[in-house]
């Protein structure tokens, strides 16, 4: 494995030869988990009961628009908005999205998403402004605490999955976790962590997401340890100059989604968030499927012209994937 593109390697094993598949579940899995958490992640907080308003519900251009008040517990009460197909005769399958710019700003302009042709394709989309989660902000009380942002944004997506399971018109059996950038970071450990999420879709997420701690383009670990001091836990920033000691690449936490699909989605003018080094992990993760059994064919690659960006082009490709679930 000396030779993956993007990635100075080797890279440590995702589990040993000879691992079976109960051998994964009970025990190699968790203590990925448990590294992830101790050496990069940081914690997340203990999960309450969620609690949801539905504060009003309006009919538009082709979906229906519904605004809730989810009560999260000790990250205080955030506005969830949810877009639903007009008429629908089953739970639909459901996006869970973090969005960076706020519900409102989703509905127009160059931050629009494709709410009326998911509505078309029979999906609902249920999306969060990130900083009401936990603000991005290396000044914030709050990592005082043990508790680090990206940890925090993906304990979010779990909240929203609690909330999601009380919603009748929503298909429990296909939620499928989204996010872009930092927000791709928090949606891959969310997807890894909760098992919950039937599917993944981390966009465009780089480094401290699908793309190797050991990458040999884009962004660094030291960099983004420095820029970003409030993402990632302390223990990490001891790995900056000395990335090939980590006991786990980001391969590992892709491989603890499996045997669920995953959509890794990136764009070729994106080289910072390192995409050969997220697909080379993405194929290094891959015998994980295999031995869990899963269906290799959604375990899947999209890339597009263009920039760092999260456009319609891309929900084409993630309303796609998902009509395969
Ligand atoms: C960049 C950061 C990336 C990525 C991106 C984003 O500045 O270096 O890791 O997360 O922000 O979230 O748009």
């Not at 050496?39 to 082709?62: F, H, I, Q, R, S």
């Not at 960076?100 to 302009?109: M, Q």
């Not at 764009?267 to 993760?285: H, I, K, P």
């Not at 269906?295 to 263009?306: H, W």
Request: overall charge neutral; hydrophobic content about 40%; aromatic content about 10%.
């Amino acid at each position: 494995m000396d030779d993956l593109k993007g990635i100075a390697g080797p890279l440590p094993h995702v589990f040993v030869p000879g691992t079976t598949a109960d051998q994964w579940r009970t025990k190699r899995r968790p203590e990925l988990l448990k590294q992830f958490t101790g050496l990069m992640y940081g914690e997340a907080p203990p999960a309450e009961a969620p609690k949801a308003t539905v504060v009003n519900e309006k009919p538009m251009d082709g979906f229906l628009l519904r605004n809730i008040r989810l009560h999260t517990g000790i990250l205080g009460p955030v506005a969830l908005q949810l877009t639903l197909p007009l008429k629908q005769s089953k739970p639909v399958p459901t996006f869970l999205a973090l969005n960076f710019t706020g519900n409102e700003s989703l509905h127009s302009g160059p931050t629009a998403w494709s709410f009326a042709e998911a509505a078309r394709r029979g999906f609902a989309i249920a999306t969060v402004c990130y900083e009401e989660l936990a603000a991005d902000r290396k000044e914030s009380p709050l990592y005082e605490s043990k508790y680090r942002a990206v940890s925090l944004w993906a304990w979010g997506f779990s909240r929203m999955v609690d909330w999601a399971l009380t919603v009748p018109e929503l298909d429990s059996k296909k939620l499928i976790a989204l996010g872009h950038s930092r927000l791709g970071k928090a949606t891959l450990l969310a997807g890894a962590r909760d098992e919950r999420l039937a599917a993944v879709i981390p966009h465009q997420s780089g480094t401290g997401g699908a793309a190797p701690s050991r990458g040999t383009i884009g962004e660094s670990v030291q960099r983004i340890n420095t820029v970003f001091p409030h993402w990632f836990n302390d223990a990490y920033k001891k790995f900056n100059e000395r990335t090939a000691d980590l006991p786990f690449d980001q391969h590992c936490l892709l491989a603890c989604v499996a045997p669920r699909p995953i959509l890794l989605s990136n764009a070729q003018e994106d080289t910072w968030a390192n995409y050969d080094g997220q697909f080379s992990l993405l194929d290094a993760a891959l015998p994980t499927w295999k031995l869990l059994g899963g269906d290799e064919k959604l375990v899947q690659k999209f890339m597009r012209p263009g920039k760092h960006a999260l456009t319609p082009e891309d929900w084409t490709a993630f309303l796609a994937f998902a009509e395969k679930l």
